[in-house]
Each structure stands twice: as structure tokens, then as C-alpha cells.
């Protein structure tokens, strides 16, 4: 089995800052990829950032200059620096890691439990 436990989250005012972390845990072999996605109220979840472990990143266009996805020293973890906040980047962000576990041959795709971010107008 494969955890993924999201930190970080929290109420910001507009222009601030946030870093989200992610850990993955469990019977790993091999992350392929980790990332982020969030979900707004009444919205669709949408990317926003993902990188492979290759250290090749895809941002959401829109988020593109103010979000920075990057991995831990470990790889095992994978963070989400969000500068210049807005808003409308009021949702849940949740944790994503594609991942072969051990003992088998094809990945599978984790989610973490998701942390709120809340930005005050």
C-alpha cells in the first residue's frame, strides 16, 4: 500500500505565500511522477503542477510564473511553492504520485486525503 500525506495548506491573504509538501510512503518501488491537483468548489479537479523522475515539470498555463513544483533529496516527496496568490486559487489542493509498487510490474496512481487553501480577499 502507498500514503501520500499533504502539509501545509492554510488561510493566506491575497499577493501571499504558501509551500504545500507531500511525502510518499508504503510498498514503493519506483514514483514516476508526483504532482499536484486542485479542486474548487463546483469546479472539476485540474492539474496544477507535476514532475517526473526525470525533473521534467508541466505547470497549468494559468499557473505558470507564481507556482513551483520541485522533489525532496529523497525523491519521495515533491513540494508546491505558490507565491502571488489569488483568490481563485481557493480550493483543495491534493497530492498525486503515479507509482509501481513493489512486487509488481505496472503503476498505479495515489492520491493524498487533500489540504485546504483559502485565499482572503
Known amino acids: 500500500q502507498v500514503q501520500l500525506v499533504e502539509s501545509g495548506g492554510g488561510l493566506v491573504q491575497t499577493g501571499g505565500s504558501l509551500r504545500l509538501s507531500c511525502a510518499a510512503s508504503g510498498s514503493i518501488s519506483t514514483i514516476n511522477a508526483m504532482g499536484w491537483y486542485r479542486q474548487a468548489p463546483g469546479k472539476q479537479r485540474e492539474l496544477v503542477a507535476l514532475i517526473t523522475s526525470g525533473g521534467i515539470t508541466n505547470y497549468a498555463d494559468s499557473l505558470k510564473g507564481r507556482f513551483t513544483i520541485s522533489r525532496g533529496n529523497a525523491k519521495n516527496m515533491v513540494y508546491l511553492q505558490m507565491n502571488s496568490l489569488k483568490p481563485e486559487d481557493t480550493a483543495v489542493y491534493y497530492c498525486?504520485?503515479?507509482?509501481?509498487?513493489?512486487?509488481?510490474?505496472?503503476?498505479?496512481?495515489?492520491w493524498g486525503q487533500g489540504t485546504q487553501v483559502t485565499v482572503s480577499s
Open positions: 498525486y504520485a503515479d507509482v509501481v509498487p513493489l512486487a509488481h510490474r505496472t503503476s498505479t496512481e495515489y
